[in-house]
């Protein structure tokens, strides 16, 4: 790497300012926070004095646990229970395909293609029939079925590129499918599982479609709690933009934290 | 991972002491400045109430607009307080949605109610949701310009007059508006304001047998005087500027006339929120050729569905929350000027609400005046003033109102524009079966 460096510096450059735009309005974001209402709406300005004003008025008046609680239970579930469906379906995909698997992988990435907005009724219609409205199965089993068309494609990705033969030299040594699965193709694919679930985990934390549409308040996870503090008159942007920080700050350390697995799973086959 | 497990435990924690044993009702209400001090002073509702425990549902307005809609459609009964407007409580109320209001305690004093309010919010003569805060439109002007250029605002202005101040005021070099006006498209946004002026140019929506009427010639003058009057002498990129916006500029010196809500005014009085609350003249909604719907009506209320299974906790706290005590106590906690305008003759006639605030009066007389039920000069067979009581109105009235702001940016000349919605609403009408 440093002889492309010492080589090439305006690669380093370029990767700092995409950085930096790509960072700039989370920047801003987090420092419009620390304003006040009034400094909110003034001029752009870098300098100001900070204020937790805004915090403390969030704070009193709305319940950020319960919001974080339920971001957290219903994402990590969702994400489990995706990773649970996908897995042995995009086993057989990759090691076991038929003739109708190519279509069959691409019907399920076009239900992506339908705007959400389209399935509503059918979908709030559903919850209320079985009980499920603002609560946390419901939107759980919304955001796993949301989220297995990529989780699977993702997979079968992964593990098409793992090498068949060691699979089958396990077979060899008498594996039966479960052991094949749990012993060889899991630990192998790990850092592809990995970053797959990770970005379940951040496409179910950032959804505010269904999570506005199907909860109330028992179930409402903290995009529920950010569209609260959006308000089509009087000023709210440093309220709006304190509650987003604080919505945004556990995947933020998450992410952070794992960014190393994410990293190496997006990349994983990448290079041949 | 220790983060992941810290969080739900205190998450745990804050559920568990949260549902005690007393019963829940769930409120769906809107994110603005009257509905934040409900929610702040509603503890002194729960002190009072130890048996009813209070749970909010805080949604900006368009937001929820969808979502209690879809609620109440469905049946889903995930509320037990909504928070509706005058749009749709005497629709709601005509499909049974809506637990009618016609018991209500005798110190309630449902008469203290303005009554333009009370009809608005009624179906057959019974209330269906109770009034939280009211609202009609007015003008707001800036005096210190006004003085400056010699022009003195008489006690009715007209359109015309208006035209004339906008062009002597008109001053882009130094980033002043003539006049600012809604210009985003939307049945809430520019079709509130656009209505009331084709209402006083004495145009209406529908004829007496539900016949659009958009391309008539009284549209046709209305429209062409908004384009230009706004195209002239308006703020940079009009179209896109809705109440929020207008208000950000008025407060902020940018505009020296507006015509909008009247629940702008405690706002742009208040000289925290406000640079020109020194210089701020009020004025009666400009009118054309006739006073009818020249200034609209709206009115937040909190309305319980039929679905609800704590009717009776809800309706202690929609009575609560909209009686004259509340109003009172807003006033000693919040100032005054905070208190929800609009609704109770006896919150005008309390001295210190009228010495707080000036503007109580021209207020007063525009929601007393404003009549839904006879909004424009040929009579129609509608309920509303800037708007047209029935269900489709939101899709025609947005579909309106962005071939007006089509017209304001200059794609399409206003004839087309409205030649094409109304060739659009009478096929509308027709599916939705109005028309034969």
Redo the contacts between chains.
Sequence with gaps: MSAVQTKRPWVGVLAWVIALIIFFPILWMVLTGFKTE?DA?ASPSLFFTPTLESYVEVQ????Y??H???S??IS?ASTLLALLIAIPSAYAMAFLPTKRTKATLLWMLSTKMLPPVGV??PI??LS?DLGL??TRTGLTIVYTMMNLPIVVWMLYTFFKDLPRDILEAGRMDGANTFQEVTLLLLPLSMPGIASTGLLSIILSWNEAFWS??LT???A?PLT?YI??????????WAKLSAASTMAIA?IL??GWMTQKQMVRGLTFGAVK | MKLAYAIPAAGIAALTSAYASAETITIATVNNNDMVIMQELSDRFEEEHPDIELDWVVLEENVLRQRVTNDIATEGGQFDVMTIGTYEAPMWGERGWLEPLDDLPEDYQVDDLIKPVRDGLSHDGVLQALPFYAESSMMYYRTDLFEEHGIEMPDQPTWSEVRDWAEQLHDPDNDLAGICLRGKPGWGENMAFVSTLVNTFGGRWFDEDWNPELNSEEWQTAIEFYVELLGEYGPPGASSNGFNENQALFSSGKCAMWVDATSAAGRIYNPDESSVADDLGFAPAPVAETPKGSHWLWSWALAIPATSESKEAAKTFITWATSQEYVELVGEEEGWTSVPPGTRESTYANEKYQEAAPFADFVLNAIREADPTDSTLEPNPYLGVQFVGIPEFQSIGTQVGQQIAAALTGDRSVEDALNAVQRSVERDMERAGYLD
């Design positions: 009034a709406i009193g008046r709305a319940d646990p319960k974080a609680f339920n957290i239970t990590l509503l009724m709030y219609l209320r409205l603002d506005l549409n109330a308040s028992k409402a529920a569209a609260s503090f959006s308000s089509p008159e009087g000023l709210f556990p350390i998450f």
